[in-house]
């Protein structure tokens, strides 16, 4: 395993900002209150348990876990006992899902994905592997030559293809949930039915008459299964398609807010920020948009 004392960091030279840092922990001492880092964060138990905090949802954690949040995802860790486990931290300006999603396909499966919990289970085996990727990260970190950029990247990217691999392999088809059950059709139905229309349907009763199922039953349906509102639903995949503009794109605030269905830039910002804890414009200065098409 990651040596106990380890920490290792990049940073931006032209930014200040932090690249890239891998780390070793012992306790959650810096995962214990509520955090809304500005990279990608993704921590990797083995040995310890707890609850975990993460947006508006909690859920259990323990060893052979690992747990993935995007920029300003909150979250915490509690913990009544010892945790160990290694963090990896990166910038999307050091390494860009999104324009990077053929290469890894972490989206929407260790990242932004608003209908399933933000980690995956692990089996032993499955922990060396990841843990041997790790391994030439900080190698690599400790011995900077040659080209150290590039080899970097290419071990996080394996990490993050291997995780994706991982998690895939535990998601159930849509179809195979319940033997018999309507309910994960009716789910499958109103994730196409978000992803299609989110730009234009905000409301919980847009979906339900889509659907043609009661407002209150859809309402139920979904709280028992994502543990999220149909509100919560909505507003996530919007902030989602709303980061990565501002992120890729020069549009302005108001160009991306009426994209996405608001007419008044000024209450979508306050929309963004009720939902993301940050401004569009703080995220836009902080995550900066794409350098390729800015230059």
Not at 64 to 73: D, E, G, R, T, V
Not at 201 to 214: C, F, G, N, P, R
Not at 216 to 242: G, M, Q, S
């Amino acid at each position: 395993m990651i040596n106990e004392t380890s920490s290792h960091t990049l940073v931006n030279p032209q930014s200040g900002h932090l690249a890239f840092k891998i780390f070793s922990f012992e306790n959650i001492s810096c995962f214990d209150h509520v955090r809304r880092l500005g990279y990608y964060s993704m921590i990797l138990i083995y040995a310890g348990k707890g609850k975990l905090n993460a947006d508006l949802s909690v859920y259990d954690f323990h060893e052979n876990m690992l747990i993935c949040f995007s920029p300003y995802q909150p979250f915490m860790l509690e913990a009544n006992e010892p945790v160990s486990g290694f963090c990896i931290h990166f910038h999307p300006d050091y390494f860009c899902i999104y324009k990077n999603q053929q290469e890894t396909s972490c989206n929407g499966v260790l990242f932004n994905n608003i209908y399933d919990a933000p980690f995956v289970f692990l089996q032993p085996e499955e922990i060396t592997q990841l843990n041997t990727i790790a391994e030439g990260i900080k190698l690599e970190m400790t011995n900077p030559g040659m080209d150290q950029s590039n080899m970097l990247l290419s071990h996080l990217k394996i990490f993050l293809i291997t995780a994706s691999r991982i998690k895939l392999t535990q998601k159930p088809t849509a179809t195979s949930v319940l033997s018999g059950d309507q309910t994960p059709f009716i789910l499958q139905k109103l994730k196409d039915a978000i992803e299609m229309h989110f730009k234009s349907k905000h409301t919980a009763s847009d979906y339900a008459k889509l659907l043609h199922i009661s407002p209150k039953a859809l309402a139920r349906i979904c709280k028992n299964y994502f543990d999220k509102t149909i509100t919560d639903l909505i507003a996530e995949r919007i902030v989602i398609e709303a980061k990565r503009e501002l992120y890729l794109t020069g549009k302005s605030v108001k160009e991306i807010a009426w994209e996405l269905g608001y007419e008044d830039e000024h209450y979508f910002s306050r929309f963004f920020k009720r939902n993301a804890d940050i401004s569009p414009q703080f995220y836009r200065d902080r995550i900066g948009f794409d350098r390729a098409m800015a230059s």
